[in-house]
């Protein structure tokens, strides 16, 4: 069989089982849409904030997307045992989990535009850097997609994916930088803030969408892309020590 023919059959079927299913179409419309809402009203600013406040909508729409559906579809499946079968086939353990992985990453993607498009209607979006800002998205989808992935294979029942998901995903809410400077942290947090991957992402957005970046943008990437790294062959670890030994 070759990897790539089974790489878009297993990607297909997800989509069609998962990602496309109208809850989920309908899901990741409505919360980045009540991500929004929500930041407007607790700001009390007018559309001079959007701006301000896109960056972090967007993140907070891939975090949550990408690391809520991969953690509860692998755990599901493995649940089932249908995970099981596909481990039997003759692909590659990092082809069959990149397969697993990217209908998440597509799904955390879109969901980051939401808002996007959102703006466009109500702010001039013409400053934006989108040379960064694109690829910036996806490679924040790219490792919230991977912690997700890490998560799942860590834990044995749905309902555990989703609190230890919370375990990870609340903390770096509010410690990369997303909604108030690194620097109001306090002396002995900060470090912990540029241990996390969302920190670099939300410099890269903060950096597209209103010039407030404060790192070099060649630093975010390189961070972000070596986080991917490393959550990838984490999880391909605890897949083979925990799945398959």
């Keep these: 069989m070759k990897a790539w ?3 878009w059959n297993i990607l297909a079927k997800d989509m069609r089982a998962y990602y496309l299913k109208p809850p989920n179409i309908s899901w990741g419309l409505i919360f980045p849409l009540a991500w929004t809402g929500m930041f407007f009203v607790r700001s009390g600013m007018g559309l001079e904030s959007i701006h301000a406040l896109l960056p972090g909508v967007m993140a907070v729409s891939v975090l949550f997307g990408t690391t809520s559906m991969l ?10 045992r249908s995970f099981e079968r596909l481990l039997l086939a003759p692909l590659p353990l990092e082809a069959l989990m990149l397969a697993k992985t990217t209908g998440a990453i597509l799904f955390g993607t879109a969901n980051a535009f939401v808002p996007v498009v959102m703006a466009a209607f109500l702010a001039d979006l013409s400053e934006v850097n989108w040379a960064a800002l694109v690829p910036g998205v996806v490679l924040i989808a790219v490792s919230s997609t991977f912690l997700g992935l890490f998560i799942a294979v860590s834990v044995s029942e749905v309902f555990e994916a989703q609190t230890f998901s919370n375990f990870f995903r609340f903390p770096m809410l509010f410690l990369c930088g997303l909604f108030f400077p690194i620097e109001r942290l306090p002396v002995w947090l900060r470090p912990l803030s540029y241990l996390l991957p969302l920190t670099y992402g939300a410099d890269v957005l903060h950096a597209s969408v209103s010039r407030a970046g404060r790192l070099p943008l060649v630093l975010d990437f390189a961070m972000l892309t070596a986080f991917c790294a490393v959550l990838f062959v984490v999880s391909l670890h605890n897949i083979r020590r925990r799945w398959i030994a």
């Design 5 to 7: 023919i089974a790489y």
């Design 71 to 80: 953690a509860v579809t692998v755990t599901f499946e493995k649940k089932g």
